[in-house]
């Protein structure tokens, strides 16, 4: 692949690593480090000049960090005179903030920024031409750029793993743990010729669930959770709760983005999971080894697919319903 350049930046070494082997390139040489005082310093050790670059950096760790780091990165190699630069942003940050809610009883307008608004005009301000990334968790936030954005998704990876991996997919329903996800969990069940289940949350305030309703029957059937993302896990692990209660023999999660802070490990031990499914668009070696129940799949090989189609001009819409092997 010639007039190619990828860049890593350093949230998630291990998957930039694994996109490289994937395209047969040797990552492009780049160091990072900080001041005294904190503030990041990125050199590019090689020429940019008239090359396509691609600089992988995922939304996970020190997220302000990293953030900032990906936009020096991207400013380093547009004004070195690359042909374009497409940053590959496995899990967007700060995705969560996309919108102004109506908060408290009398449903008062919420001041609230839309940060993820904030970080798509960085992006662009600092010379992305492109932006590939991996599950949105709003699919409007296309929309705040003005630039292309290739919004990929792991659901053919995740109907691969069930498939190879769950012997009684057939007999399975599949679960959104809220209404927001209804649109993913009936694309998958779709697919997999299944019924599918959503449950009603009602929160008293962010990451603190106070009410859960189950709507569908779960009874004798192998329940599978799926998401875009789980933090701090209270509300697929109480869901976990509401489905092995509702009858359910096993229950599955499935998330693209396993962020897993604060508590997580210990709920996701201490629930009645068979496993929790995570891909690798976040580091998951240290946590796997607190927490025997994650797994993870690995999805570098549609990035990489992504990649050598955006770099050759052609069309990444076969990656919403493929997974090459």
Known sequence: MPNIVLFSGSSHHDLSQRVADRLGLELGKVVTKKFSNQETSVEIGESVRGE????????????????????????????????????????????????????????????????????????????????????????????????P??????????????????????????????????????????RLNVEFALIHKERKKANEVDRMVLVGDVKDRVAILVDDMADTCGTICHAADKLMSAGATKVYAILTHGIFSGPALSRINNASFEAVVVTNTIPQEEKMKHCPKIQFIDISMILAEAIRRTHNGESVSYLFSHVPL
């Not at 070195?80 to 449903?107: E, H, L, M, W």
């Open 149 to 190: 954005v290739d919004n990929l998704y792991a659901e053919p990876a995740v109907l691969q793993w069930i498939k190879e991996n769950i012997p009684e997919w057939r007999n399975c329903i599949i679960v959104s743990p809220d209404a927001g996800g209804a649109k993913r969990v009936t694309s998958i069940a779709d």
């Open 52 to 147: 396509d670059v691609y600089i992988i950096q995922s939304g996970c760790g020190e997220i302000n960090d990293n953030l900032m780091e990906l936009l020096i990165m991207i400013n380093a190699c547009k004004i070195a005179s690359s042909s374009r630069v497409t940053a590959v942003i496995p899990c967007f940050p700060y995705a969560r903030q996309d919108k102004k809610d109506k908060v408290g009883k009398n449903c008062v307008i919420s001041r609230a920024p839309i940060s993820a608004k904030l970080v798509a005009n960085m992006l662009s301000v600092a010379g992305a031409d492109h932006i590939i990334t991996m599950d949105l968790h709003a699919s409007q936030i296309q929309g705040f750029f003005d630039i």
